[in-house]
């Protein structure tokens, strides 16, 4: 079977890369001093919790064989408040924590949605539109647990091991190096899935990435799938992808699954040393270890193993969240191809003379699409573009829009070249309305007034009368505030590109290009559209670009594109005569339609 975008797995980084963890430390810099007040919090109560094993041991040893009651009551109160202490902690912790994790989460992924806004066409055309989702949603989202609670926690359980080391050294050394001994077999373990882990992590990410493709790919296809009865297939492959995540899910989280049971059962193995030996030791003279000793000391055990324990955790964490840093700020650093000089000015009033002077582009390297095209548009005139499927049409009309840069050449709008200018005064006095006529979710109203958010109601309707929008819509149950599903499914290819037209149309643009904009209109709409766009063409610079010849009969001059050059030029009657390729498509379209 012949392998789609989403089956290709990405390529993944060999080597742990510190600098992203710097970067993700960048996003955290602005909270530091929430940070440290929950820190100081956390150190201060779990520092108290260090004395409760001390208040045993002076309960077990001093005050029971002394009767002290006054005393004993008094450890008790003490530890009632410690606990309290470190209970209110906890909770000023978890908000704290949890509202500046969740910051810098939305910071990361409106970083990310932003930079995405501005990456060009190209990007798109080479990614499936699923992996690129699941990484403004799910790659940061794994992020939350790591900065809600693992920084914190792990930098509190490191200082947490100071205190325990103190401590025990200052009840009993040998004990204390009975329980050190268990240090090394546990950096045997963490050395021998330290690269397992993230490799295993990467593919995870990977085949996951794999998985949200298809089913975006899936949901925005299901019209054809079912039309082709495609379902089982589909199905097939969407059971081989989710078995490969699947696998690849089980074999990253049995890592992190050795990494607990490994301290656990150090853990078990150094108490049982530490009650055996100090059982022996303590009928020795001169030991000094007691019951109070020993019951002190163990207590200290789990605490000591409960913060490896959280460092074990916040490193599986961490392996986890380089996978997906990677792939985020991957995205984030994605050059942005088109965008504006560092000197660039704001385009001034646009009067509508356009040129393209030897302007050269392709799309690959090495493969021109367009090579050396010259022309002028004087103000107000309409030029319309023709030639075959791939000749480069919507291309030019994309460079004239800049969304694309020019290989060689320039692109001059009132003599002014369009790189000089800043992108957005550019394309806001310009009207695009494309092949693909896309409906956002939403009403009628709000789809039309997507350009331009200040214009009155009045004005909507007007533009949707211009381009005989109006009747369909008041069919609707609700008018111009129905609501419309994304991409316009309860709408007819047609209707969808009134709709695309009036929201063009609105921005009242200087130069107006209309990339088959006819194309899903019956003849009886267009013929009524036509009227409409007479009066709204008049002093407007305007290119048409279309299948149907019939629609362009009119323009002040008609380009004939192919093989990456302007094949001919000139007025419809001009171009019969010359009987060349503009010809020979009329001609053919006609016996076509004759027969």
Not at 191 to 196: G, M, Y
Request: hydrophobic share 45%.
């Amino acid at each position: 079977m012949a392998r789609n975008k989403y089956d290709v797995d990405e390529i993944l980084e060999d080597k742990f890369d510190i600098n992203q963890l710097k970067r993700l430390a960048g996003y955290i810099a602005p909270y530091k001093k929430q940070m440290a007040a929950v820190l100081f919090l956390m150190l201060s109560a779990s520092a108290l919790g260090m004395l409760i094993p001390r208040f045993f041991m002076a309960v077990m040893d001093v005050c029971i064989p002394q009767k002290d009651m006054r005393a004993i009551w008094t450890y008790a109160g003490l530890t009632i408040l410690i606990a309290l202490y470190t209970c209110i902690s906890l909770r000023i912790k978890i908000t704290l924590m949890t509202r500046v994790g969740q910051s810098v989460i939305h910071n990361i992924r409106y970083d990310i949605f932003v930079h995405l806004q501005e990456l060009p066409f190209s990007y798109y055309d080479e990614r499936p539109h699923g992996k690129i989702q699941v990484r403004v949603v799910n790659y940061v989202n794994s992020l939350s647990d790591l900065l809600s609670n693992g920084i914190i926690n792990t930098i509190t359980d490191l200082c947490n091991l100071f205190f325990i080391m103190f401590f025990m050294l200052s009840i009993n050394v040998r004990l204390t190096l009975v329980c050190l001994c268990g240090l090394p077999m546990l950096t045997t373990v963490v050395v021998f899935l330290k690269r397992r882990q993230r490799r295993a992590w990467q593919i995870q990410s990977n085949k996951q990435s794999n998985l949200n493709a298809y089913i975006a790919e899936s949901i925005n296809g299901i019209r054809v799938t079912q039309s082709f009865v495609r379902e089982e297939e589909n199905s097939g492959i969407f059971n081989r992808l989710s078995g490969g995540y699947r696998e690849a899910w089980m074999r990253a989280v049995k890592f992190n699954f050795v990494m607990f049971p490994s301290v656990d059962i150090i853990s078990a193995i150094t108490t049982s040393f530490i009650y055996v030996l100090g059982i022996a030791w303590m009928s020795q003279a001169g030991s000094g270890i007691t019951v109070g000793v020993l019951i002190a000391f163990t207590a200290y055990i789990g605490r000591f193993w409960q913060p490896i324990n959280t460092l074990a955790s916040f490193y599986n964490s961490v392996l986890t969240a380089i996978s997906y840093l990677e792939r985020i700020f991957e995205t984030i650093d994605e050059p942005v191809l088109v965008k504006d000089k560092a000197d660039a000015y704001e385009m001034p009033q646009i009067h509508g003379k356009v040129e393209f002077k030897d302007v050269t582009f392709s799309y690959e390297d090495g493969i021109e699409i367009l090579k050396k095209i010259n022309f002028t548009v004087k103000q107000g005139q309409t030029a319309a573009i023709v030639g075959p499927t791939g000749a480069g049409k919507t291309t030019i009309v994309n460079l004239l829009s800049r969304f694309y840069n020019v290989d060689s050449g320039e692109v001059l709008i009132d003599g002014i070249n369009i790189e000089d200018v800043t992108i957005k005064s550019l394309r806001r006095q310009m009207g695009v309305m494309m092949q693909d006529s896309f409906i956002f979710s939403g009403t009628i109203m709000d789809n039309i007034r997507y350009g331009n958010d200040e214009v009155s109601d009045e004005m909507v309707i007007r533009a949707a009368k211009t381009v005989c929008a109006h009747d369909f819509i008041m069919e609707m149950e609700n008018g111009y505030y129905t609501q419309v599903n994304e991409r316009g499914s309860r709408l007819s290819a047609g209707q969808r590109q009134l709709i695309s037209f009036a929201r063009a149309l609105l921005s009242d643009p200087r130069i107006l290009i209309l990339d088959e904009a006819t194309s899903s209109i019956d003849t009886e709409t267009e013929i009524l559209l036509q009227q409409g766009l007479a009066r709204l063409l008049e002093g407007r610079t305007s290119f048409i670009i279309a299948h149907r010849l019939s629609t362009i009969k009119n323009a002040d001059f008609i380009m004939y594109v192919d093989h990456g050059g302007i094949r001919e030029i000139g007025s419809h009657e001009e171009l019969l005569e010359k009987k060349g390729d503009y010809y020979n498509l009329y001609m053919s379209q006609y016996d076509f339609l004759k027969n």
